[in-house]
């Protein structure tokens, strides 16, 4: 069962969510990820929606306040705690999802 944090999520986060959680596959880590950097993106904020998940990323990590909520939600998702000295070296799409990798213990 997903935490309520996730209710309002897009039903294919949320299942992948349940996945990952039931048997946690390091080819999720990437689409979960993606899922809830979208969630945070507003629907008119500008980017196309052929957008990748890096400039998506990117984007939602202009505003410090929706990058912090990402980052819980991340937390909660993976159950894991991730300490401000690794956040720091996060610059991009690439490297949170190396960060998470790491911390779940997955490679892919």
Sequence with gaps: MTH??????????????????AAP????IAPLLDGISRYYL??????????????????????SLTLMEIILDVQDAFELRIPDSDLR???SFTTFLALIRQKTGQKS
Excluded: I, N
């Design 25 to 28: 596959d390091p080819e999720l």
């Design 42 to 63: 507003p629907e008119d904020a500008g980017l196309d929606k052929s957008a990748t998940t890096e400039e998506r990323y990117a984007f939602a990590a202009q505003d």
């Design 89 to 91: 070296e996060v610059t």
């Design 4 to 21: 309520h944090r996730f209710d309002a999520y897009h039903p294919e986060t949320r299942a992948l969510l349940e996945q990952y959680r």
